[in-house]
């Protein structure tokens, strides 16, 4: 019996992502080799990854002459560290928007590389809304954003042109939603939550915007050198591209971006108008900041929470508990995440308030 | 048809590690979920860490107070750079021997960090040895060695305590021979030749060696802030962690080290034989050199090449194709590869000497 997987990530791909990357394990397309084994220079893998990297610009409708598609490893973590290596001069100044717990790792990995300009945070309010009125220094090398916060369920639902490069950490939300892709410099997400599993990193980036630092780059760190050797400057993760691809394919036969976004749009609906009408419920994040992937939500009576767990059992509800750090339930509903599924979840919310009646 | 996979890396895993790795793309262990989609904080994820750790732990036999086991991400290149960001101070001197391409990029990352002194290198005679009588300077602060070298199929036989910390790379040949793991302060290896799939590197480091440099180091790169998280920093690569646990699991099935070092032992000795036999064929690299894993060979007379390749084609062997640099032929014959493989290769070869005949 398969559970209806809320996991923030890694999390649910669909079925049949799952069931082709598992015929890939045992054989790739008939080439008498598993997916495991391939060289990643052979042409199987360089079809692989030219494929992977054709759908990216095809959904992002970005110029191939302008702008670089990049399959890194490390997570969104190693590009927190990558970014002012590569972008940010001693003695220059980054702006960083503060949304939570990872704009503020990247916050803190760039502050070895330059100064630092914290725009606006909202902290004060455990990142339950997104800051929005703030002004950008005019001397900054960048602007850094997180469009989506999974563990306090906010999402920057609008985004405008500022006087400076736009970077952007899409982990979390990338392809759930369409968007103008070319207001960004540079975009990069983890893969292990609308892109494919845990183990790959999606860098898009402007190719004009390098080669303005003076200090040296560490090889593995230097996105000239990566987009160089289109993403073979040393072995890639290949099995986690070859499952990428597997799901960029895959939403490209759900329609593309327009159509995942009309589901996710209506599961998040359904979600949010259960959470407003349920007594028993409410949300964590301000209501205009709602994430259309993280959808967090408390229990108002604490001593329901054991019998709350009871009915997630039955239904095979699984990772649904929120972040260590605010606690509460947090359903993950991204691009895999079946309509039937969110069903199921408000069924067990409607059946917890059956009970207490 | 399965291939006789002689590929240098992605390489050949067991039939029995591809068919479990696959089942669990499907669903792991009645989990009723993917391994693609459990989340590295669930109690399955952190059950498969803690085995692969303890599988490292005994097959390396190091005490477990003083080392720590890491999985980590990035690749070798990844810890080229590491290691001396952990552990050289500016001004500090680190030595490295340069056995090849894998040492020499290894050396170049290092250059940025402090002073470098290569202690040998055989680079001019492209790398077909392993220097032996070199002196270490009193001051440095670790010896940087490769203990095989894919590329020219070299390997380092004997390995001898010394006055400084040792660190090793063990990519292409960790758990092929049985060795004394304590004569090493920090050994690495990227996952893709003996320990699984592509996408995740082991580091097992003796934990004293860390905290002496001064300059901030930058989480991502901290080995102590991994040590701290025990290798959940920020998300694992989970499939590339769990196909290792399964291919630690199959090696201590068929008897450990010592049994599948026994294998090699024949595999190369069977190989190296034809080549010294055939007259057809010459090996390149020094004898007393020679790799037990990547056995590199050329064909006399280059006329014959066309004629090679297609015997190859005919009994299914792939990746037999020699690194660009060295050109020729390179068998990869990895734990993994049955003697029956070798076998047919034996035979491919002698099928090419009786055509000429």
Do not use: C
């Given at each position: 019996m398969k559970k209806h997987n809320f996991s923030a990530g890694p999390s649910i791909l669909s079925e049949e992502v799952f069931k082709q990357a598992s015929e890939g394990v045992l054989?790739?397309?008939?080439?008498?080799?598993?997916?495991?084994?391939?060289?990643?220079?052979?042409?199987?893998?360089?079809?692989?990854?030219?494929?992977?990297?054709?759908?990216?610009?095809?959904?992002?409708?970005?110029d191939n002459e302008k702008y670089e598609v990049l399959f890194l490893q490390g997570g969104a973590s190693m590009e927190f560290l990558r970014i002012p290596y590569n972008l940010l001069n001693q003695g220059e100044t980054a702006a960083y928007l503060d949304t939570g717990k990872w704009a503020s790792n990247a916050i803190k990995e760039a502050k070895l590389f330059g100064n630092i300009h914290i725009v606006a945070s909202s902290?004060?309010?455990?990142?339950?809304?997104?800051?929005?009125?703030?002004?950008?220094?005019?001397?900054?090398?960048?602007?850094?954003?997180?469009s989506n916060n999974t563990i306090y369920g906010t999402q920057i639902q609008y985004f405008k042109k500022e006087n400076t490069s736009l970077i952007c950490d899409m982990s979390s939300d990338i392809f759930s939603r369409t968007l103008?892709?070319?207001?960004?410099?540079?975009?990069?997400?983890?893969?292990?939550?609308?892109l494919g599993p845990a183990g790959v990193n999606l860098v898009v980036i402007k190719k004009e915007i390098l080669g303005k630092t003076n200090r040296p780059i560490p090889s593995?760190?230097?996105?000239?050198?990566?987009?160089?050797?289109?993403?073979?400057f040393n072995t890639p993760p290949v099995f986690a591209i070859y499952t990428m691809l597997l799901n960029l394919k895959w939403l490209k036969n759900q329609g593309g971006i327009s159509v995942i976004e009309k589901r996710n749009q209506q599961k998040a609906d359904l979600l949010y108008r259960e959470i407003d009408r349920n007594p028993l419920f409410e949300g964590t994040a301000q209501k205009e900041d709602r994430s259309m992937m993280n959808v967090t939500f408390?229990?108002?009576?604490?001593?329901?929470?054991?019998?709350?767990?009871?009915?997630?059992?039955?239904?095979?509800?699984?990772?649904?508990?929120?972040h260590r750090i605010v606690g509460g339930y947090r359903a993950s509903i991204y691009n895999a995440m079946p309509l039937e599924s969110v069903k199921v979840l408000i069924q067990a919310m409607q059946e917890l308030e059956s009970i207490k009646k």
């Open positions: 054989e790739l397309n008939h080439s008498g080799l598993s997916i495991l084994e391939i060289s990643h220079r052979s042409d199987e893998f360089i079809a692989i990854l030219e494929e992977a990297k054709a759908l990216v610009f095809e959904f992002m409708q970005l902290k004060d309010q455990n990142y339950n809304y997104i800051p929005k009125n703030y002004t950008i220094p005019d001397d900054v090398k960048y602007l850094h954003i997180t103008d892709f070319s207001m960004f410099d540079l975009i990069y997400a983890g893969a292990q939550k609308n593995i760190l230097d996105y000239q050198k990566h987009i160089d050797a289109q993403s073979m408390v229990l108002k009576d604490l001593t329901q929470q054991g019998k709350f767990a009871e009915i997630f059992k039955k239904h095979h509800i699984s990772g649904i508990n929120g």
